[in-house]
């Protein structure tokens, strides 16, 4: 009787099996790829790595003038080579000139992300300014 048992128990685990290995059913039914469906749309004014020069050169440097008056003269002085006579009086690193030296160097993506996430004590501009208008007024400091 035990081994009638036993050979029961034995045919049943080997079908159970077999039908766990049928995975022939799985490939081929309609199924969503997680990658092609799932991507989140990317946030208004998000430019691809490999597009940004393109941007910067389409902006209008006249928007990124007027946004300059506004958010940077006040530190970085109205032609913008030296601090204004405001932040020369700020403790700390003084903002630097924008048209020569080290900053003016600097790529537009690299002077992006300090408008965007700020350095020190230049502040954060990317709760105040849509991207266009921070590569906007990178774009102005760029033509200077
Ligand atoms: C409150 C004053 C202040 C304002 C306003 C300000 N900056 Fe600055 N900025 C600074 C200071 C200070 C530094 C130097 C940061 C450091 O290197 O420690 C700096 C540095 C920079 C640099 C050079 C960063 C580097 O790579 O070394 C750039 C480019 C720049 N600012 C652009 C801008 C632009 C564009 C605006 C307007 C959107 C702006 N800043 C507004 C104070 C300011």
């Known amino acids: 009787m035990i081994k009638y048992v036993a050979l029961l128990l034995a045919v049943g685990f080997a079908s159970a099996c077999s039908q766990s290995l049928d995975f022939e059913r799985m490939r081929q039914q309609k199924r969503t790829d997680p990658y092609a469906s799932s991507m ?11 597009d940004r020069a393109s ?15 506004i958010y940077c003269a006040v530190c970085h002085s109205e032609d ?4 204004s006579v405001m932040a ?5 690193t003084p903002p630097p000139s924008l048209t ?3 900053a003016a160097q600097r ?3 690299e002077m992006f992300e300090v408008v965007s996430h700020g350095k020190n004590r230049m502040p954060a501009y990317d709760w ?3 991207a266009e208008d921070r590569w906007a007024v990178v774009a102005y400091v760029k033509s200077r």
């Open 40 to 50: 989140r749309t990317p946030p208004r004014g998000t430019v691809a790595v490999s």
């Open 100 to 102: 020569t030296g080290e």
């Open 107 to 109: 790529s537009a993506a």
């Open 88 to 92: 020369a009086n700020m403790p700390g």
């Open 55 to 69: 941007v910067v050169a389409d902006v209008s440097v006249v928007r990124g003038r007027h946004v300059y008056d």
């Open 128 to 130: 105040a300014l849509p």
């Open 80 to 83: 913008a080579s030296a601090p």
